[in-house]
């Protein structure tokens, strides 16, 4: 059963940046596909971003909202995945929690961007 | 983007009775490979997603049978036989059929 835990997640100011990791532990983390999901405070889930595993040639997808802004990595030798936040903006304000494609979740780390 | 909405969005239950919540997708969620992508995730107050069920109706591991899950094509069904305390919290469908991956609104479901 793997273990998920988030880390990198704080305070920045309009504009700045983060890079979020995720460490997995007790499976077989190359073989997954990964997800960011994230939820702004008493809302919703709202999916971020997918990096799928090497064999199905570690593509990625983003949401239309991230529109080049964030960036999802992943580094199989550490079983650790990223998401490198850029452009910063008040609204992406959250929990960003990593997921093996919704089966598995960390705990979240938040993200508060503000001035 | 699939639009997921789910019906109610509260649920007063009591304790030791059953519950259930409606997901409708704004469009089929059956691959060509026959699978059904539809799941249904719990969040306890506080606490992370948890994925409950899977394509439809597959429990996923640790989670007791009296979740149970139902439907085909655009209309599920999420239905907890008899409530427990622990069941408090946030139920959401998802599909993931198609990028975006998208989530219902979420159905809040209390204790009366």
């Known amino acids: 059963e793997v273990q998920l835990v988030e880390s990198g997640g704080g305070l920045v100011e309009p504009g700045g940046s983060l890079r979020l990791s995720c460490a997995a532990s007790g499976s077989t983390f190359s073989n997954a596909w990964m997800i960011w999901v994230r939820q702004a405070p008493g809302k919703g889930l709202e999916w971020v971003a997918r990096?799928?595993?090497?064999?199905?040639?570690?593509?990625?997808d983003y949401a239309a909202f991230v529109k080049d802004r964030f960036i999802i990595s992943r580094d199989d030798s550490r079983d650790s995945l990223y998401l490198q936040l850029n452009s910063l903006k008040t609204e992406d304000t959250g929990i960003y929690y990593c997921?093996?494609?919704?089966?598995?979740w960390g705990q979240g780390t938040l993200v508060t961007v503000s001035s | 983007d699939i639009v997921m909405t789910q019906t109610p969005l509260s649920s007063p239950v009591t304790l030791g009775q059953p519950a259930s919540i409606s997901c409708r997708s704004s469009?089929?969620?059956?691959?060509?490979?026959?699978?059904?992508?539809l799941s249904w995730l719990q969040q306890r107050p506080g606490q992370p997603p948890r994925l409950l069920i899977y394509e439809i109706s597959k429990r996923f591991s640790g989670v007791p049978d009296r979740f149970s899950g139902s439907g085909a094509g655009t209309d599920f069904t999420l239905k907890i036989s008899r409530v427990e305390a622990e069941d408090v919290g946030v139920y959401y469908c998802?599909?993931?059929?198609?990028?975006?991956?998208?989530f219902g609104q979420g159905t809040k479901l209390e204790i009366k």
């Open positions: 997921s093996t494609d919704h089966y598995r």
């Open positions: 998802m599909q993931l059929i198609q990028l975006p991956y998208t």
């Open positions: 469009q089929s969620l059956v691959h060509s490979n026959g699978i059904t992508y």
């Open positions: 990096i799928k595993d090497r064999a199905a040639g570690g593509t990625t």
